[in-house]
C-alpha cells in the first residue's frame, strides 16, 4: 500500500498537486507534435519562444478545473495561481528552447 502525503489538514495530497505538472506536460507534448514536429532542424528563436509559451498557457488554462484551482488555493494564494500556472509553463518552454537550440546543428556549413 502506497503512503499518501498530505500538505496541510485540509486533505489535499501532494499527488493532487502532480496534477498540474502532468496536464502542463501533456499539453506541451500535443503542442510538439501538432505545431513542431514537421519542422526540420528547428531552431527557436525569441519570438517563437513567446509564442509557445503563450500558446500553452491559452490551452492549459482552458484546460484546468475549478476543483484543481481551489485545490492549489489552499497553498497559494488565489491571486497568484494563474502566475503560478504560467511560470511552470515557462520553465517547460525554456527548458525544452535549452535542449533544442543546444543540439542545433547549422546546415549550411
Known sequence: MQEQYYLSSMDVKVEDLDILDKIIDQ?????????????????IKEDMQYQIIHDLSKTVMENISDNLKNKLSLIYKKEYIDDIIVQKIQYVVMQFVIDINGSYRDGKK
Open 27 to 43: 499539453e506541451f507534448t500535443r503542442y510538439q507534435i501538432l505545431k513542431l514536429g514537421h519542422i526540420e532542424n528547428l531552431y
